[in-house]
């Protein structure tokens, strides 16, 4: 291998969403105790999609700016408000099917049923983390059954906790997401053939969001 060949790249894509902030997910992820995570499991890159939340929030994790790129224990970091074309891009990033990125990472999402079945779709790991500021909404009730029926990994954050401290609770996610990526590329796969259980993720969306799968 010559020196200048770059290694491979592992991505963690987080999305929040486009219609409400979830600046306590953008904080968690860039604590120093998830990125130094992050950094343990081989990560190479974090892509922040941080909808209306602060772009400051990304920038605060180290020098640099959140749109040109920051680097913080290891880690190379971007951010974007949003992407009016969707985010096929970035789950493919995460499955090792776009340009340098070629090893399986995972994305981090709110609990938005577009997000969560786009990533189903492309078979790339996944943590669901329920947005608790938003009132009357299914996103825990909806976390926990996919994590149950082994879809996802439910991510978990404490309200009126510091930062690092939420970080922390999300590194359990990701170490969780390690064992669930494992998980899908047994054989037979988790919830296919004699492991599948009817139609449970179409029953489970349809219950939860009123949303009938095709």
Same mark, same amino acid.
């Given at each position: 291998?010559?020196?200048?060949?770059?290694?491979?790249?592992?991505?963690?894509?987080?999305?929040?969403?486009?219609?409400?902030?979830?600046?306590?997910? %953008?904080?968690?992820?860039?604590?120093?105790t998830f990125l130094k995570t992050?950094?343990?499991?081989?990560?190479?890159? #974090?892509?922040?999609?941080?909808?209306? $939340?602060?772009?400051?929030? %990304?920038?605060?994790?180290?020098?640099?700016?959140?749109?040109?790129? @920051?680097?913080?224990? $290891?880690?190379?970091?971007?951010?974007?408000?949003? &992407?009016?074309?969707?985010?096929?891009? =970035?789950?493919?990033?995460?499955?090792?099917?776009?340009? $340098?990125?070629?090893?399986?990472?995972?994305? @981090?999402?709110?609990?938005?049923?577009?997000? @969560? #079945?786009?990533?189903?779709?492309?078979?790339t790991p996944l943590i669901v983390?329920? &947005?608790?500021?938003?009132?009357?909404?299914?996103?825990? +009730?909806?976390?926990? +059954? *996919?994590?149950?029926?082994?879809?996802?990994?439910? $991510?978990?954050?404490?309200?009126?906790?510091?930062?690092?401290?939420?970080?922390? =609770? #999300?590194?359990?996610?990701? +170490?969780?997401? =390690?064992?669930?990526?494992?998980?899908? *590329?047994q054989w037979p796969p988790v &919830?296919?053939?004699? &492991?599948?259980?009817?139609?449970? #993720?179409?029953?489970?969306?349809?219950?939860?969001?009123?949303?009938?799968? +095709?």
């Amino acid at each position: 291998m010559s020196s200048d060949t770059k290694p491979p790249r592992k991505l963690a894509f987080v999305t929040v969403g486009a219609t409400a902030a979830f600046d306590s997910l %953008v904080q968690a992820v860039t604590s120093a105790t998830f990125l130094k995570t992050l950094a343990s499991l081989e990560y190479t890159d #974090l892509l922040i999609q941080y909808g209306r $939340g602060d772009a400051k929030l %990304v920038a605060s994790a180290g020098p640099g700016d959140a749109h040109g790129g @920051i680097r913080a224990h $290891g880690i190379d970091i971007t951010g974007y408000a949003f &992407n009016k074309t969707g985010l096929h891009l =970035e789950m493919q990033m995460t499955v090792g099917c776009a340009k $340098g990125f070629n090893r399986i990472g995972v994305v @981090i999402s709110h609990a938005g049923s577009g997000t @969560i #079945l786009d990533a189903l779709r492309v078979q790339t790991p996944l943590i669901v983390v329920p &947005n608790s500021t938003l009132l009357d909404n299914h996103q825990v +009730e909806l976390a926990e +059954e *996919l994590s149950r029926q082994g879809y996802v990994v439910h $991510g978990r954050l404490t309200s009126s906790v510091s930062p690092d401290e939420a970080g922390k =609770e #999300l590194a359990v996610a990701l +170490e969780e997401s =390690e064992q669930l990526r494992r998980k899908h *590329l047994q054989w037979p796969p988790v &919830n296919s053939g004699e &492991n599948a259980d009817g139609k449970a #993720l179409e029953r489970v969306m349809d219950q939860e969001v009123g949303l009938r799968l +095709e």
